[in-house]
């Protein structure tokens, strides 16, 4: 019988790090359907025309599109009848930002069941984690919704190369909850590879950096804030979160709620209700929703 204890987070941080610096271990590429569509929109000779074809070439790509004709994002007395015009009332960022977020899921492939089974778990949270970035951009004038609703979605962007990774380490447990334990400790460091890699802003390097880090102190409030409050939000936080209320983060983003009760419990039933819809625009459904405790 093999008695070899499987490898440790340190020795799998190190062992995936090193195969990082020889060019070794394999990062996911930007999806393709993000860089073609961003390398259409980079050129001005693309017409709308032309971009709801290509568009419409990728029948999920376009009906995830189509959900956004009546969101929030696109206020406007008019009413969105087609692709084309969802995609003229987008701009250039916003479609960038949501076919990429719409791509992600689909970068990660295992054979491995256990593996899909905890990448199932942690696409459920980042949907829901977006939907809270959403509804937390709408309130103020801190970041762009869109680019809220993508950082939500990056936040755990790390986890699709170490599970990929994991495929080369046999003897780890396979158990759900070491899967989901090794994912969060090791989540931010590779994410912040990632994201680099694919060139994002600072900023949306920097939430993936500052994903766990509750006690961060900042002078004023940012995007990793506002992710790390929509992570507080969500029905099962991190374990190793404080509650919403308490966090720094949240002291930043909301200072005019102050200490009244009932402020905090209009504003957190408020956001729930506007995470609800957020979820049914991302294709997810809202968790069930029993009365759990912020402070």
Known sequence: MNSTPPPSADSLRFALYTRFLKGEAKIPQMPENALRIRRLLDDPRTSLEHLSRVINGDPPLAAYLMQFADSPLLKSAR???????????????????????????????????PLQKVFRARWKASLERAAYCACLAARGNLVNVDDALLAGLLQDIGSLPLLAELERWPEFPRDEPALQALCNELSGPVGVVILTAWKQTPAMVEVARQRTDWARQHPVADLADLVQVASLLQWQPPASAPPVLQSPAFQRLFPEVGESADARAALLGQLADDATLWLKLLGAKAPARAARPAS
Not at 98 to 112: D, T
């Open 79 to 113: 009413a969105c009848n087609s692709l084309r015009d969802v995609l003229g009332r987008l701009g250039t960022l916003r479609l960038n930002n949501l076919i990429l977020g719409f791509s992600v899921r689909n970068l990660f492939i295992s054979k491995e069941l």
